[in-house]
């Protein structure tokens, strides 16, 4: 099972608050384990111009002005941008799909506070990793169901709404999930 560009949805009963009502993006997965960004998470205390003055990138009036994510509980002061794959940094920039790349390298920054850089970008401060087979046994254990990742979901302003639109576009009541998981 490869998960690399698919969606997991956080089900009721989610054990861990950090992820209630949590959507991922997977940005990697194999046998060694797997890395993803939240997508729906922003975090309320810090703008894009406020991180840009922190770590010294000067931005201009044309500077992008997006979200700041709350990506996961992993190296939380590492950041990640999330893009279109119309950008490919010079330095380093991972293929996730042929719709994403993700880029952990100054030099988008310095783009989208300039301006310019991908026409989609979402900045995420950690990441969500799981070990070898430990998001298999979650998702086993009901813990996520997987859904496919469109951009204009992922990309979407309204990150309040899109664990629901997920789940609507799977043809899913959030009012019909339930926290236990049954066995035929």
Known sequence: MDLC???????????????DKSVIL???HSEDGA??????????????AGMLDHIGIPHTPEGRKINVHFGGPVERG????????????????MAVTPDYGMTATLDVLEALAK???PAQALLALGYS?????QLEVEIGRNDWLTADAPADLVFAENDSGKWLAVL???GINALTLSATAGRA
């Open 115 to 117: 301006g310019q850089g």
């Open 129 to 133: 990793g799981w070990g070898p087979g």
């Open 78 to 93: 590492r950041g990640f941008v999330l893009h279109s794959r119309d950008y490919k940094s010079d330095t380093a920039t």
């Open 5 to 19: 560009g698919k969606l997991l949805v956080a089900m009721p009963g989610m054990g861990d608050p950090r992820f």
């Open 35 to 48: 890395m993803g960004l939240i997508v729906n998470k922003p975090l309320s205390d810090l703008t894009f």
């Open 168 to 170: 609507h576009g799977m």
């Open 26 to 28: 997977v940005c990697a």
